[in-house]
T-cell receptor, first 114, second 116 residues
Framework: GDSVTQMEGPVTLSEEAFLTINCTYT??????LFWYVQYPGEGLQLLLK?????DKGSNKGFEATYRKETTSFHLEKGSVQVSDSAVYFC?????????????FGKGITLSVRP | GAGVSQSPRYKVAKRGQDVALRCDPI?????LFWYQQALGQGPEFLTY????????KSGLPSDRFFAERPEGSVSTLKIQRTQQEDSAVYLC??????????????FGDGTRLSIL
């Protein structure tokens, strides 16, 4: 079945550091790929998405590129802020109906210190 | 606001009791999903509704779990004879259309269920 693997955490960075969070996937067909974020005390929010190979999703300074050849969707940000401290989940879904259910990775906790 | 609303936010039950968790999706959203999130893990799919039809229940862990969406809007997830391993956060998500790959899922804040 479909699966998502995220790098082990937690990750602690200083403010303005460069961030990379690795994500690889296994899926049949051509899934859509997502990064969701969960800030402390809040619900899951969509951060960015990409729906086909070589697409780049971006939002709030974060970027991720859909790499079909390496089955990866790594999340990057050039300069993190304290407010980026959260749990980040990589996920995939199929396209239609019940196949559009999300398959999530385990999540990784990011802490950014001033 | 107009987001996905779940109730209760917290539920404590004794082992063996039945519980019911409610999800009020965004108005007009066709697709509704339930997920279970254990501590320190990512959410895992439980079941999917398109309007009132339950099209996929492959993620329900046992026949003690039952979900319904009788009028294609509000959904209820029921767990009978609860066990300690049912302790988790239960998330509900809705999306606008049938073609989900390009439609984001909007999540509620979840119900944190603790079984004593």
């Amino acid at each position: 079945g479909d699966s998502v693997t995220q790098m082990e955490g937690p990750v602690t960075l200083s403010e303005e550091a460069f961030l990379t969070i690795n994500c690889t996937y296994t899926a049949t067909g051509y899934p859509s790929l997502f990064w969701y974020v969960q800030y402390p005390g809040e619900g899951l929010q969509l951060l960015l998405k990409a729906t086909k190979a070589d697409d780049k999703g971006s939002n709030k300074g974060f970027e991720a590129t859909y790499r079909k050849e390496t089955t990866s969707f790594h999340l990057e940000k050039g300069s993190v802020q304290v407010s980026d401290s959260a749990v980040y989940f990589c996920a995939l879904s199929g396209f239609t109906g019940a196949n559009s259910k999300l398959t999530f990775g385990k999540g990784i906790t990011l802490s950014v210190r001033p | 606001g107009a987001g996905v609303s779940q109730s209760p936010r917290y539920k404590v039950a004794k082992r063996g009791q039945d519980v019911a968790l409610r999800c009020d999706p965004i108005s007009g959203h066709v697709s509704l999903f339930w997920y279970q999130q254990a501590l320190g893990q990512g959410p895992e799919f439980l079941t999917y509704f398109q309007n009132e039809a339950q099209l996929d229940k492959s993620g329900l862990p046992s026949d003690r779990f039952f979900a319904e969406r009788p009028e294609g809007s509000v959904s209820t997830l029921k767990i009978q004879r609860t066990q300690q391993e049912d302790s988790a956060v239960y998330l509900c998500a809705s999306s606008l259309a049938f073609f989900g790959g390009n439609q984001p899922q909007h999540f509620g804040d979840g119900t944190r269920l603790s079984i004593l």
